[in-house]
């Protein structure tokens, strides 16, 4: 581990706004604050919402930042990149703000039964070869149904069209409502969805506008950002699709897929 890293992970300790739990840690040692974010943390009984896969926070402090009245919480497994969100978030005062690294597969152990409104999903891996993996998976979905509210919004946005393509299938497959949808988020703001928002509002437009630091290298690229909104209820089992679907021409920033395979499930 570099130096500059080993520096972050130091002064992380003393954040007061970071939780510590990769899986070593939370097998052995119960998150003693499940159910109980409101009371011992945030101390306010406003909506809390989730970023998963959060990177460096910047989702999670812009959505802070409009929405004073709702609680954020970031995760990540990578802590010298919650780093950057984190101090910010201090340095800016932001008190509705907080930061878990841990692993997303053990996600439902540190949230208890209806503890959670909203789930965001942005820019996260599309595990082209995995759909376990996939954040947007029915594998997922339901660890999310055990602490998501009944009905709870899932928002995704991402450049990849395989994960975007996939969670489509997904969500009608399993008749889940979708609120919203664009394939070209900043090109066209009229969408599709069963609700009564298909043309963005400001408000929405102004949440949507918040760049990432790899949003904002897609854009440069001429890569088309997609967006959705959809309910998760909580009744009734789900189907994972069974469908092939064309690769992404890339996995990641600067980096080529490593299969030589066209399509996957």
Not at 76 to 82: S, Y
Not at 136 to 152: A, E, K, P, Q, V
Request: hydrophobic share 35%.
């Amino acid at each position: 581990m570099s130096k500059g890293k080993l520096q972050k992970f130091a002064e992380m300790e003393t954040f007061k706004n970071v939780f510590q739990y990769p899986y070593s840690v939370v097998s052995t040692v119960p998150f003693e604050m499940r159910g109980y974010w409101h009371e011992q943390y945030f101390h306010n009984d406003n909506p809390i919402v989730l970023e998963l896969g959060c990177g460096k926070g910047e989702y999670t402090v812009g959505l802070a930042r409009v929405y004073p009245d709702i609680n954020f919480i970031g995760v990540d497994i990578k802590g010298a990149r919650i780093y950057t969100g984190a101090k910010q978030a201090l340095e800016e005062g932001l008190e509705n703000v907080a930061f878990l690294r841990t692993s997303i597969e053990i996600i439902d152990r540190f949230f208890s039964e209806n503890e959670v409104q909203e789930i965001w999903l942005t820019f996260s891996d599309p595990q082209m070869k995995n759909a376990h993996k996939r954040l947007t998976s029915t594998f997922f979905m339901n660890r999310y149904r055990h602490f998501l509210i009944d009905g709870g919004i899932v928002h995704l946005k991402t450049d990849s069209n395989f994960l975007f393509t996939y969670t489509t299938y997904m969500v009608n497959v399993n008749k889940l409502p979708v609120l919203f949808r664009t394939e070209d988020l900043y090109g066209n703001e009229l969408g599709e969805g069963s609700g009564s928002e298909t043309l963005m509002d400001e408000k929405t437009r102004e949440i949507l506008g918040i760049h990432t630091y790899y949003e904002n290298q897609w854009i440069e690229r001429g890569l088309n950002i997609k967006y959705m909104k959809f309910l998760l209820p909580r009744e009734g089992g789900l189907i994972e699709p069974d469908i092939e679907i064309e690769l992404d021409d890339y996995r990641s920033f600067k980096r080529t897929k490593r299969s030589g395979l066209t399509t996957s499930k």
